[in-house]
């Protein structure tokens, strides 16, 4: 039996479209599907506004600008096991922005940068070659379990597409077999 996911959702931002609890662990549980023997299921999940985005951007990227997830692992002290994974951190201006850039569904990039900021959590990176696509493969896998397209084949949306908000879409469970 899999050990339980456990999610703390901090809201710092005021939004009105924002992944639900149920939802960043239905989504972790893809993850983790992956992982049968990480024991870390726990998360702290905060929603800022882009200002404290930027803010820890700089202060621990040293990139000035706000961005869509952050990822801090969690590292106990010494001889202290806790099943805490870390932290993320994510902007949902950034996030639907470039949900709209690129042509995706809000909603479908929410799941995207939980995915990719959990992979961060677990060690995963994207600075090198061939660790970007190892990621990005394992993102895809866990987005197609999730019954949701490619994040990485995307064209801009169309003028049109943006008025009309046809890239939009509510947290549903898009599983064939849900």
Same mark, same amino acid.
Request: charge should be negative; hydrophobic fraction near 40%.
């Given at each position: 039996? &899999?050990q339980?996911?456990? $999610? @703390?959702r901090?809201?710092?931002?005021?939004?009105d479209?924002?992944?639900t609890?149920?939802?960043?662990e239905?989504?972790?549980a893809?993850v983790? &599907?992956?992982?049968q023997?990480?024991?870390?299921?726990?998360?702290?999940?905060?929603? $800022?506004e882009?200002?404290? &985005?930027?803010?820890?951007?700089?202060?621990?990227?040293?990139?000035?600008?706000?961005?869509?997830v952050? %990822?801090?692992?969690?590292?106990?002290?010494p001889?202290l096991?806790?099943?805490?994974?870390?932290?993320?951190?994510? %902007? !949902? /201006?950034?996030?639907?922005?470039?949900?709209r850039?690129?042509?995706?569904? %809000?909603? @479908? /990039?929410? $799941? /995207?940068?939980?995915?990719?900021?959990?992979l961060?959590?677990?060690?995963f990176? /994207?600075?090198?070659?061939?660790?970007a696509e190892?990621?990005?493969?394992?993102?895809?896998?866990?987005?197609?379990d999730?019954?949701?397209? @490619?994040?990485?084949?995307?064209?801009?949306?169309? !003028?049109?597409?943006l008025?009309?908000?046809?890239?939009?879409?509510?947290?549903?469970d898009?599983?064939? @077999?849900a």
């Amino acid at each position: 039996m &899999s050990q339980p996911i456990e $999610v @703390d959702r901090q809201l710092a931002v005021d939004f009105d479209a924002l992944p639900t609890r149920a939802d960043i662990e239905r989504w972790l549980a893809a993850v983790f &599907s992956r992982f049968q023997d990480e024991t870390r299921r726990e998360l702290t999940v905060r929603f $800022v506004e882009e200002r404290e &985005s930027r803010q820890l951007n700089a202060t621990w990227r040293g990139r000035d600008y706000a961005t869509n997830v952050l %990822s801090f692992p969690f590292e106990a002290p010494p001889g202290l096991a806790l099943a805490l994974l870390g932290d993320l951190v994510i %902007s !949902p /201006h950034v996030v639907v922005r470039e949900a709209r850039e690129q042509g995706k569904r %809000s909603a @479908d /990039h929410f $799941v /995207h940068m939980i995915v990719h900021g959990t992979l961060h959590l677990l060690g995963f990176d /994207h600075i090198e070659d061939d660790e970007a696509e190892t990621m990005e493969q394992l993102e895809r896998d866990i987005l197609a379990d999730l019954g949701i397209d @490619d994040p990485y084949a995307w064209a801009p949306v169309t !003028p049109q597409a943006l008025e009309n908000n046809e890239n939009e879409g509510a947290f549903e469970d898009k599983r064939t @077999d849900a």
